[in-house]
């Protein structure tokens, strides 16, 4: 049985920081896969934020977060977002996301799996 479990959303004042993590179990796809992190607000679309290949650890951002956000994993399968100098507009509900290949855009087309999702908060 697959699982993605998002942890680490909060409310932050805008400029702060949160890390948000993915824990994976059951993923079907040997021996490496997508995993990425993508976002839904109220009214709005939901939009890629990251991906990770983890064949060669490539990683694709959207524009609106390049050099504020990082995604990164770690060897026990667990995906994380570090998301730094928050904006306002970055107030959303954060999805992981898992599929057997990443595009050159992050896209939920390629997706298979995702988890329940974490709200992100952001003041200003």
């Known amino acids: 049985q697959v699982q993605l479990v998002e942890s680490g959303g909060g409310s932050v004042q805008a400029g702060g920081s949160l890390r948000l993590s993915c824990a994976a179990s059951?993923?079907?796809?040997?021996?490496?896969?997508?995993v990425g992190w993508f976002r839904q607000a109220p009214g709005k679309e939901r939009e890629g934020v990251a991906s990770?290949?983890?064949?060669?650890?490539?990683t694709v951002y959207a524009d609106s977060v390049k050099g504020r956000f990082t995604i990164a994993r770690d060897n026990k399968r667990t995906l994380y977002l570090q998301m730094n100098n928050l904006k306002p507009e970055d107030s959303a509900m954060y999805y992981c996301?898992?599929?057997?290949?990443?595009?050159?855009?992050?896209?939920?087309?390629?997706?298979?799996?995702w988890g329940k999702g974490t709200l992100v908060t952001i003041s200003s």
């Open positions: 996301a898992a599929g057997p290949a990443c595009d050159q855009e992050v896209r939920d087309s390629g997706m298979d799996y």
């Open positions: 990770l290949y983890t064949g060669d650890d490539r």
């Open positions: 059951g993923l079907p796809y040997l021996p490496y896969y997508c």
